[in-house]
């Protein structure tokens, strides 16, 4: 009997995008390091845990013991058992509590004390201050309102996002100002590798997901990559993690000291600045504006009015993020699979083309079409569907969004149906096998050996394929260990 190994495995790898709650649990040795700052326990309590895990750990701040099990679970009514457990779950994978024992041999949860002391702080003041919120010396007589910051916010970030589009293309205008440090986290990212034949940077299957995310997931994501690699520029990623939370709850279009920050927060105030995130005039400026950018880090929600300053030249506090300030919807798709992009942004343009076949282009509208080979062209890139669709409804003119609601045929989507299903049944052809490692077992010296193997790989529910004919069997990747165990044991008795 011999054995090989068979693969056929797909090479389109899904780019994992975490949710803050998951970047923080997987931050096992350094969370109780992070709870040592308000900003952190603040933005925790806020983003990261369910509503009823929120009511828990403010019925128990101000209690200076341990509370039994049995109490807290008489907090919630029976009828939700299982978002209480989920609440008690999230609270325990990220150590804001743990179990103790109190007298009695009850158990009982107890607060982390760094959480607790400091969640205090940021709701009650004390403590030292953020040093980001020291008081501006002098008023800033260039200052700049929100309109400007939106424009700088998204001027920068797309920098980065042309580069990936087209990072061998000659230099413009929309390519300047890409620095190496940004580069390095992109290929750190996976989202582009370097063709080692010729030097040039091609997009992978995760960057093309990446590409085709909202902005601020796209945020999330790259600074979740810088944070990565922090630590190898010297710098404490508890201090940026800090800082950017701080940002957070920054108020848009108001400026910041940097006078009380250390010299690796300035390095990373310059980091910022480059990605977008905050604005500072010139690198010894003593003052910065935080961007939407910084303030949506980590949250999808929008900002709430209180968080905007009001002035008579601009009303943003809506305003959704894209590669136009004042931004507005661009696509019509009409049922003959035709795409109407009322654009001259040669980044929205860009990423059309990653699933559209581009007909014309003119100064302000570009003509495409939606076709088999270029929805295969994008699934081989690692594109799905449901993102091609969910970035047409995200970007769709007005004009579609209110023939939709005006239709006497309503439907989940401003998109026509018989698109959406197309795309979803190219997708689906694509999708026809299901591909599974696995181990070939062959030339079997007896019929009586094949039967005994395959009956075993049968039994433990790892046979895959066989041919009783052949003599051939195949077993899954993960079950070929134990098949291959049994069959030693087998031989030799």
Known sequence: ???????????????????????????????????????????????????????????????????????????????????????????????????????????????????????????????????????????????????????????????????????????????????????????????????????????????????????????????????????????SLVECLSMLFELSFSTLGRDYSSEGLSENMLTFMQHLREFGLVYQRTRKEKRFFPTRLALNFTTKNAIAPENVIENNSTNNSKMQLSDESNYEGYIIVETNYRIYAYSDSKLQISLLALFTELLYRFPNVTVGVITRDSIRQALRGGITARQIISYLEQHAHPKMISNAAASAFKTSSVLPPTVIDQIKLWENERNRFTFTDGVVYNQFLSEADYLTLRDYAQSIDVLLWQSERSRTMVVKKSGHEDVKKFWKRYSKG
Request: hydrophobic share 40%; net charge neutral; with cysteine.
């Open 1 to 235: 009997m011999s054995s090989k190994k068979s693969t056929a495995a797909s090479n389109v790898v899904q780019l994992e995008c975490k949710n803050l709650h998951e970047y923080l649990k997987s931050q096992t040795q350094i969370i109780s390091k992070l709870y040592d700052y308000p900003a952190i326990c603040l933005a925790v309590f806020r983003d990261c845990i369910p509503a009823i895990a929120k009511q828990f750990v403010m019925r128990m701040l101000c209690v200076e013991q341990p509370v039994p099990q049995a109490v807290v679970q008489s907090w919630g009514s029976q009828v939700y058992a299982k978002e209480n457990s989920a609440a008690c779950e999230a609270l325990t994978e990220l150590k804001i509590w743990s179990e103790s024992s109190i007298s009695g041999g009850l158990t009982a949860w107890d607060l982390n004390p760094s959480f607790k002391r400091n969640l205090k702080i940021a709701w009650l003041g004390g403590g030292r201050s953020w040093s980001m919120f020291n008081s501006v010396e002098q008023s800033d007589a260039k200052s700049r309102d929100i309109s400007f910051l939106d424009t700088y916010a998204m001027s920068r970030w797309n920098c980065l996002l042309h580069y990936m589009v087209d990072s061998n293309a000659s230099k413009g205008s929309e390519m300047e100002g890409i620095s190496v440090d940004a580069v390095r986290i992109i290929l750190h990212a996976n989202l582009m590798v370097r063709n080692e034949q010729d030097g040039s940077y091609m997009l992978t299957s995760q960057g093309f997901q990446f590409l085709l995310m909202d902005t601020q997931s796209q945020v999330w994501h790259f600074m979740l990559q810088y944070l990565n690699t922090c630590e190898q520029r010297g710098l």
